[in-house]
């Protein structure tokens, strides 16, 4: 661009998710342009991926491309690349896709990477435990799911077709029970006759929390009606029990008296838990800011790093006082930041005339099983809030579900798939083929044969380094011998002129 053209200003958004996305769209008409950086080609709505689990959705009804939802946005462009660098002083982000890295400036930055399952420094146990956080977890779990059906199916070993049909929940928050309740409607309704040689009603459905309530952040009387109502569903509910260890067939777990005990499960998930991006770690280096326990970022009041006020952290990234981690934080937080931007752009407002970033707490919600679900909405104007479960609560969990999702055609698909999965009990997305479930195995174990060949490259490079410093310090050498060595002939020959000399002068 020639200098007489006036340079838009850069706004790069890092992640796809309801922060970034929310961003993006929020900055439609503004004078800028857009960049938006996700590892993902799709933006997730991650509420509803165990109902791809265990089969009442379809991948992309939740997952819609993030191109096509940005396409009409002239100012945006979306690229494909994991962030693994943030420089703050030369403003650039780099991101890679397989092995082309990308650069890319940014006058304003907008952080919005989300969040990773959390194993408690047990990273080990993602191996037989995966978590519930993309669509290769949930699509990974629905194989391990009905997998564990055919398995038992073709044993004639009652104990091993109890622990093939053992299925256990670890973390009893809003995922947790969500899950586990489907699994056990599933078991008991979907795929009832479906088998010859095992019952799926005899699975044993077990939800195990190292806390003493199910659904803590609810409050004990909804977590109480929670609890009961998996309870009545068959659901083994066992709270203060804590995971200790994880292979492939079993599971070690202390109670809170101390005692250890080993249950016999096959399919297993984790959703205990979680730690902020990777990313929060670059931005602490860089700099300076201070992180939390689970890795997210300590923000200023106007969602900015300290010092920083052009990068923004947004989203489960973001460490706010009461400010939960869940998809209306995340919204809100992207619509602050892209105004405080558009606030500069348009009034010359200044970092320091930033209103504090202030959440509307729109309230909590979460499924039970079919017909059942708690609900919990602030009174406005006091400090009470207004507290339901049943059916209700569950119509009203579907309606603001279907509100949030992004596209029509997609609204319009979950809600006939939600018509005949609780009318009739069916479920029309049950297939799962062997590399879903061992896709994501493969991939890790790709990915350190490729760290191993990176390193031998690098290991190879620094040899060649080194060999050719010393051919370089070999020729260095043998030229200053050779020098020397001319040196010392003409001081041989010097002092042949001058015996010459004097010979020559003696003689005459």
Known sequence: MTSSLRRRRQVVIIGSGFGGLFAAQRLKKADVDITLIAKTTHHLFQPMLYQVATGIVAEGEIAPATRVILRKQKNARVLLGEVFDIDVKTQTVRSQLLERVTETYYDDLIVAAGADQSYFGNDRFAEYAPGMKTIDHALELRGRIIGAFEQAELSNDPAEQRKLLTFVVIG???????LAGQIAEMSAKTLEGSFRNIDPADANVILLDAASAVLGPFGPKLGQKAKQRLEGMGIDVQLGAMVTDLDYDSLTVKDKDGSTRRILSQCKVWSAGVQASSLSKVLNDQTGV??????RVKVGPDLAIPGYPNIFV???MMAVE????????????????????????????????????????????????????????PIPGTKRKFETEGYIAWLGWLALHLVYMVGFRNRLNTFINWFFAFSSRGRTQLAVTEQQVYARSALTELSYVDRLRLADAARA?????????????DTQHAAAKAAKATTTDEIVIDEALVEEKVLKESTD
């Not at 009893?172 to 969500?178: C, D, M, Q, S």
């Not at 201070?290 to 890795?295: K, P, Q, S, T």
């Open 172 to 178: 009893a928050g809003p995922t947790g029970v969500e």
């Open 322 to 377: 009461n400010v939960p981690g869940v998809a209306q934080g995340a919204i809100q937080g992207g619509r602050y930041a892209a105004d405080a931007i558009l606030a500069e752009i348009r009034k010359g407002q200044t970092p320091e005339q930033r209103k504090p970033f202030s959440y509307f707490d729109k309230g909590s919600m979460a499924t039970v099983s079919r017909f059942s679900a708690v609900m919990q909405v």
């Open 461 to 473: 490079e620094a040899a060649a380094a080194q060999a050719q410093a010393k051919e370089a310090a």
């Open 314 to 316: 947004v989203g489960d």
């Open 290 to 295: 201070e992180l939390d326990r689970a890795g």
